[in-house]
Each structure stands twice: as structure tokens, then as C-alpha cells.
């Protein structure tokens, strides 16, 4: 049986490398989610079609699954990711996506849309609102924000991970790595990734299995 915590691991450096990519996209622009039509604007060029995934209410303290939000009456059209996660949830036995609200200190907003980042290829955005914050998904996000990240990405993605999660760190690193495509020499205490490019990055690991150096060499 999968936990939030191992699944997380394994999925968040790719989330948030796609989150790196759309912060690349929209900058600086606003936003405004319209669930009418079902989409997003930012700023007055760029439109996407969204998934609802939940929301966090600061006022408790709380997730509040968007499949179970019953009070906002959303169309059922925008339930399809969020309701695909309560399936896997189920499938898999982990709680914290088939129970419909709990506190965020079990489980914020953004480590969900992150995992849910990772399992489904898209990107999600936090939509701050008074007294909280809806998050979705972009449903046809350019492809720059789902392709594999340039090699000299990859030590930056995975340096926020170590310093903003408290993941194990050698699954978040081979599993980020072999997302993304690199081929992996892995040792006891270590594991040495080979790009198809030529780039080679090497991430060195302590007793308790925490990153403790990490190194590589880009091609140009």
C-alpha cells in the first residue's frame, strides 16, 4: 500500500518543475477563473481551461476536496481530475485523497496539487482569494510546461525540493531523475544520472540517506 508521504516523494521535484516553467509563462500577470466557461485568464493574453482540484480555508485550517465542495454547486465538468484522484486514492489506499477535507497540517494545498501534478502531467495554480485559496489545473498548458527541463534545470528543481520538503531524499532524487529521462548508475551512496545530451549530474548521499553534495557538468 502506497502513503501520501512516498507518493509525494516521488512525484513532487517534477511538479514543481513544471511550476518553475509556468512561473516562467505568466510572470507577473493576475488572474481570474471564470467557472462558467471553465477557464482561466492571466493578464489579457493567455487563457487555459481548468480542472479544479480543492480548496484551503485559512480560517480553519483546512483542505476541502473540490468533488466535495457541494456548496458551490461547480459544474461537474471541472470534477473530472479531482475525481480521478479519489479513484486512484481508493485503488491505492492513500487517505488523504479520497477523504473530503482535513486539516493542512496533514496535507496543504500545494503538496497536493504538486502530487497531483506529477501523476497527471499537468501544472496547477493557487488563486488566492480572502480567507483562502482555490487551486487547479491547467488543461492545455503550452508543452514547454510539461517537457522534460533543460539539464542545467535539474540541480536547482531538485535543491528546492531538499530545502522545502521534508522528503526522503534519495526517492525524490532517482525518481525526479528517471522522469525525466536521464539513465541512472545508482551505488549505496550515491547515484550518477547520464543525459541523453551529454550532461552528467551526480548527487552524493550520507548514512541517513540525505543529500550531502550534488555536482554535475552541462553541455553547452
Known sequence: MLTFDRLFAEHVATGLA??????DLIG??????????????????????????????????????????????????????CGWLREYGHRHGVAELTEPTFALQRADGHRLALLASGLTGRCYYRGPYPGGAVFFHLDDAPPQITAPIRPERALSVLGEVIQGFPVDHRIAVESFLHQQSWRLDPTPSSVTAHHTDGSTLRVDFDALGRVSNMSGTVRP
Do not use: C, K
Open 28 to 81: 507577473e500577470r493576475g488572474w481570474q477563473l471564470d467557472l462558467t466557461s471553465g477557464s482561466v485568464m492571466f493578464g489579457d493574453d493567455l487563457r487555459y481551461h481548468v480542472q479544479l482540484l480543492g480548496t484551503e480555508s485559512h480560517d480553519d485550517g483546512s483542505w476541502l476536496w473540490a468533488w466535495a465542495n457541494e456548496a458551490s454547486d461547480i459544474p461537474p465538468a471541472l470534477l473530472h481530475l
Open 18 to 23: 513544471r511550476q518553475m516553467a509556468l512561473g
